[in-house]
C-alpha cells in the first residue's frame, strides 16, 4: 500500500513521491522562544514527530529542519517589558522548548537554525527580490509587492477581496504603511522601540519581517524546492502563503511539493485564552502529577487534521490505556516454557498498524491495531498457552510500533523499595495463616502509599500506581 498524505496545496490525499529516491525533506515551524510552548503548539509538534517516525519507519532518510524563531515583534515587545536582552531571554526559552521535547519523547530535528544566525541570508533573498521588482521601500522598511505574484492565494484558497487578518493576528505585525493591504514586510526599518535589537546591513539598519525567516533557513538546509512543510493551520495564512510568494518569486522554482497542516487544539471544548484561564503548557499538567507519555498520548491519539478537544477526563483515559500497555508488558515479560509463538497474531497486528498510518498518519487506526493484538494475546496469556518465544515475539513489535508513535514502550524500571516487598511477602504469610483482615490491611497501606498489589495464578504482582 503506498503512502498518503492530504496535501492542503491540492485538497486531496496524494500518494507521496518524494523529489530523491529512498530521502525525504521536510521543514516545519518551530517555535517563537519569548514563553514556553503551551499544548497547542505541541500538539502540532507531536503530529511532526509522528510524520517524522512514520517515514523513518518506512525506510526514507529524513532531513528534517525546523527553525527558532528568536527575532520577532512580541520577543521584543517582552524584552521591552521583563528588561531581558534578547539573547538572554530567547535562551532561557529556547533551552525550555528542548526541555520539554526530551519530556514528550519527542525526535530531535536535524538541524534547528535560529533566525538571528542567518540576518545575512534573508538580506540576499530581499535582493534577489528587489532586483525582480518584486519591493518597495517605505520610510526604511522593504515590502513584498503582491501584485508581482500573480499565484497568490493557491495554498489558502483565500478570496484576495475579502483579505482579512490571519495567523493568530500575525499580519497585524506586518502592517505599516503599505502600497496595499495584502503586502508585507520583508525588513523592518528600526524603531526606538526596537532598543538594542537591530543590524546594519547594506539594505537599512533593522531587522527582518517574520515571514522571510522560514523562507530562509528552508531553503538554506533543504535547498529550493522540498519535499514536506508542516505547520498549525492558523500558519496557513498568512505565513505559509507568504513564505510560498517570497520563495517562488526569488527562485523562479516549485518551493514545496507537500504542505501538511494541523488542526486547532480546544480545553474542555473551549479555545484556548488568557481570560479563561485555560492555557496549559506542558509544566502545568506535569506539575499537576501527570505522566509525560500519557499527555503525548492525549494529544496524538486524535488525527492531526481533526479538531481535538483536550480534557482532563481524556488524559486521565490516555493514562489508564498506557497503563493497559504496560501491564501487558509486565505479563509477557513472565511468560516462561513453551506454547504458541503467536507469528501470524503479530504480523496481522503490524500490517493493521501500517496501512493505517500510511493513510495520512491514521493515528487512532493504528492505536486500534495494536490494542486489538493486545485483546488477542491476552486470551492465550489467560488460557497459559502462550510461549516464552510468542511472548518475545510481541514484546519486540511493541518496541518496533514504539519507534513510530512513542507509546508502547516498557517504562524506565526502578528498583521496587524493600519495605514494599517485605510487606508483599507479610501479606502472603497472612493469607497463609487465614488472616485476611491482616492481609486487607497491608493491602490498603500499600494503595496509600502508591502501590497497586495483583493477585495473579503465577502470585502477587505489585507496581507503582
Known amino acids: 500500500m503506498p503512502i498518503r498524505y492530504h496535501n492542503t496545496l491540492t485538497r486531496t490525499k ?61 520577543i521584543i515587545r517582552t524584552c521591552r517589558e521583563t528588561g531581558e536582552s534578547l539573547k538572554a531571554l530567547t535562551g532561557r526559552y529556547t533551552q525550555a522548548f528542548f526541555e520539554d521535547l526530551d519530556t514528550l519523547g519527542i525526535e530531535r530535528a536535524e ?96 531587522r527582518p519581517g517574520w515571514h522571510i525567516e522560514c523562507s530562509c533557513m528552508s531553503m538554506k538546509y533543504l535547498g529550493e524546492t522540498f519535499d514536506i512543510h508542516c505547520g498549525g493551520i492558523d500558519n496557513m495564512f498568512p505565513h505559509h502563503e507568504n513564505e510560498i510568494a517570497q520563495s517562488e518569486a526569488a527562485t523562479g522554482k516549485p518551493f514545496v511539493r507537500y504542505w501538511l497542516h494541523s488542526a486547532h487544539l480546544f480545553v474542555e471544548g473551549k479555545k484556548m485564552s488568557k481570560s479563561l484561564g485555560n492555557i496549559y503548557t506542558l509544566r502545568d499538567l506535569v506539575e499537576k502529577g501527570h505522566d509525560p507519555k500519557a499527555i503525548r498520548w492525549a494529544l496524538i491519539q486524535t488525527h492531526y487534521r481533526q ?56 493515528i487512532s487506526g493504528a492505536i486500534a491495531a495494536v490494542f486489538d493484538f493486545v485483546r488477542e494475546v491476552n486470551r492465550i496469556l489467560d488460557k497459559h498457552e502462550l510461549g516464552a518465544g510468542g511472548a518475545q515475539r510481541a514484546l519486540a513489535l511493541l518496541d518496533r510500533l514504539d519507534r513510530v508513535t512513542g507509546l508502547f514502550a516498557a517504562p524506565a524500571k526502578a528498583e521496587t523499595p524493600a519495605w514494599v516487598l517485605d510487606l508483599v511477602k507479610e501479606r502472603q504469610q497472612a493469607r497463609r495463616d487465614k488472616d485476611f483482615k491482616r492481609a486487607d490491611a497491608i493491602r490498603g497501606e500499600l494503595t496509600e502509599k502508591g502501590w497497586i498489589l495483583e493477585d495473579t495464578a503465577d502470585g502477587p504482582r505489585v507496581k507503582p500506581a
Request: hydrophobic residues 35%.
Open 14 to 74: 496524494e500518494v507521496f513521491t518524494p523529489l530523491s529516491p529512498g530521502e525525504v525533506r521536510m521543514y516545519t515551524c518551530g517555535p517563537t522562544v519569548y514563553n514556553f510552548a503551551h499544548i497547542g503548539n505541541l500538539r502540532t509538534f507531536l503530529f511532526e514527530d509522528l510524520l517524522r517516525r512514520h517515514l523513518k519507519y518506512r525506510g526514507f532518510k529524513v532531513t528534517h529542519v525546523m527553525n527558532l524563531t528568536d527575532v520577532e515583534d512580541k
Open 111 to 206: 538541524h534547528y537554525p535560529a533566525a538571528t544566525d542567518h540576518i545575512a541570508e534573508m538580506v540576499d533573498i530581499i535582493k534577489t527580490l528587489r532586483e525582480k521588482g518584486c519591493t518597495y521601500e517605505v520610510d526604511g522598511s522593504i515590502y513584498f509587492r503582491l501584485s508581482t505574484f500573480p499565484h497568490y492565494g493557491q495554498l489558502s484558497k483565500f478570496d484576495m477581496q475579502q483579505l482579512q487578518t490571519g495567523a493568530s493576528g500575525r499580519v497585524d505585525s506586518d502592517e505599516y504603511e503599505t502600497e496595499d493591504a495584502r503586502d508585507f514586510a520583508l525588513w523592518k526599518a528600526y524603531d526606538e522601540d526596537d532598543g538594542a535589537v537591530f543590524w546594519e546591513t547594506e539594505i537599512g539598519k533593522g
Open 307 to 362: 479538531p481535538s478537544n483536550f480534557t482532563f477526563d481524556g488524559l486521565e483515559a490516555a493514562g489508564e490505556a498506557l497503563r493497559r500497555i504496560r501491564d501487558f508488558r509486565i505479563r509477557l515479560e513472565e511468560v516462561r516454557g513453551e506454547g504458541s509463538d503467536i507469528e501470524q497474531e503479530a504480523a496481522n497486528c503490524e500490517l493493521a498498524f501500517g496501512e493505517a498510518l500510511d493513510d495520512d498518519l491514521n
